[in-house]
């Protein structure tokens, strides 16, 4: 069923049916279109966030440091966690409202992988914004075998195949060759593994015995925290990793590794991040819930608005934010990417925070992960088709996302033309790097469609 925008009478009685139930007698006015905010019953207007220090936490540094959780009625204290597992237990166990978070880590939480919980995602934080980054001296062996422009600079992307020499050196000397990423549930994870098996690198299986998913592995993958990524390349303890910004662009800056490939090259316009809430929080606290998710999509929003990038440096700079220098998150966030040191290539999309429906919860976006689950063992036995599209359901709320846009629609925030007339799922796509074609509504016939993984 499509989405459309209610209007006049149609969403006072949506103001009506968000307010239902609430014990408070304090007024509830209608939004009339172009109106400052729409005054919600907030039933928790002090809350605690959390993040970890990466750009794609940008729309909650935004939503702060520019008043739009203030314009809701929200008082929000935004709080940097050591590492993704905090972030989760965190959450779970009631001491933050609401995280940055990956996005596989919600979807994992509600399909028994981890940490068991019900946790909701009612807004995607950005699209793509990751990379994957080599040492110097791995670089050096892949250079040779990836082909060059007229200009003698490498041509982009580059494909996994040109790793494998490096690979088979270090064998050679007894090294197994080691690559990080952020988390066993992460986005990184996935994309990684996506871009070494394209060209028959096998990154490992996930058994009940081997939960580091390393059964068979031509690469081991290991978790390293996102701002630990630099110094781990440095020591040499691994040769590459995945992760998002800025520490991709750290290892340029550092003249410590090479980006070879972006997430945005694996799967074009990729989910990234999401924010997630448990279930039980907006049951008992449904209009915060949407205040907040409000106060974000305006956020995401006023990032991708020309000219607001470089503001959006200086605050992410801030120490209480990512704190990395300006000029390492500009290299991103401002519409370029720097590959091998002095190779800047414009990528006005690398970091993208509302274009293409950026905020909206895809069912679709949800199910991908969890066919990279199944792919990779860790969910370990077969899935029915129709079980992908329940538990994504359970997990995905675009309903309190939606609720929160028509309400920016009336005051005049968002055009209309912003909410997306989908059914939750958006058309098939090949546009990945190894060219297979994606179809959210046939998960099963996308996981055999691998040469390497499980099949069903």
């Known amino acids: 069923m ?13 103001l009506l049916a968000i307010s239902c139930g609430q014990t408070s007698t304090s ?11 729409t005054t919600l019953e907030i039933e928790k207007p002090q809350l605690t966030f959390g993040f970890i220090k990466l750009t794609d936490m940008a729309p909650l540094a935004i939503a702060k440091e520019k008043g739009f959780f203030e314009d809701e009625g929200l008082f929000v204290s935004v709080e940097a966690q050591s590492n993704w597992k905090n972030v989760l237990d965190r959450v779970i ?38 990379g994957i980054t080599v040492s110097n001296n791995v670089w050096s062996m892949m250079k040779p075998n990836i082909p060059k422009d007229s200009e003698g600079k490498p041509v982009h992307p580059i494909r996994s195949e040109s790793l494998k020499p490096a690979i088979k050196s270090y064998n050679e000397q007894g090294n ?61 303890t691994i040769y590459g990793y995945c992760v998002g910004e800025p520490w991709n662009q750290q290892a340029v800056f550092k003249g410590i590794g090479v980006p070879v490939v972006t997430n945005y090259d694996i799967w074009k316009n990729n989910p990234e991040k999401v924010f997630v809430m448990t279930k039980k929080f907006v049951e008992q606290y449904p209009n915060t819930a949407v205040a907040v998710t409000k106060a974000l999509i305006r956020a995401g929003k006023w990032l991708d608005e020309p000219g607001n990038r470089a503001e959006a440096v200086k605050i992410l700079s801030m120490s209480q934010y990512v704190g990395a220098d300006e000029v390492v998150l500009a290299n991103s966030m401002t519409g370029t990417f720097e590959f091998e040191k ?51 359901k359970e997990i995905y709320r675009p309903d309190i996302w939606t609720k929160a846009a028509e309400i920016l629609v009336s005051e005049g925030k968002i055009p209309e033309a912003d909410i997306p007339e989908t059914d939750g ?27 390497i993984g499980n099949k069903d």
């Open 27 to 37: 007024e509830k006015p209608e939004a009339q279109a172009g109106s400052d905010t």
């Open 425 to 451: 799922y958006k058309p098939a796509t090949d546009e990945f790097i190894d060219g297979k074609t994606y179809d959210a509504k046939d998960p099963i016939g996308y996981i055999n469609s691998f040469s």
């Open 176 to 236: 197994a060759f080691k690559m990080g990423m952020v988390f066993p549930v992460s986005t990184h994870n996935y994309e990684i593994r996506y871009w070494l098996a394209a060209d028959d690198i096998h990154p490992g299986m996930y058994t009940k015995e081997n939960i580091q998913g390393q059964v068979d592995a031509d690469v081991l993958l290991s978790v390293t925290p996102p701002p630990q990524m630099p110094a781990t390349l440095e020591s040499g």
């Open 342 to 392: 002095g190779d800047k290539r414009s990528m006005p999309d690398f970091n993208v925070f509302y274009r293409y429906n950026a905020t909206y919860p895809f069912y679709s976006d949800g199910i991908w992960f969890l066919t990279q689950m199944r792919r990779w063992g860790q969910i370990p036995e077969s899935k029915s088709a129709e079980w992908y599209g329940e538990k994504i």
């Open 2 to 14: 499509k989405k459309k925008v209610l209007k006049s009478a149609a969403f006072a009685s949506l």
């Open 93 to 130: 166990d009631g001491q933050l409202d609401g995280s940055h978070m990956l996005a596989g880590q919600p979807i994992a939480a509600g399909a028994g992988f981890g940490r068991q919980a019900e946790l909701v995602t009612p807004f995607s934080m950005d699209l793509n914004g990751n």
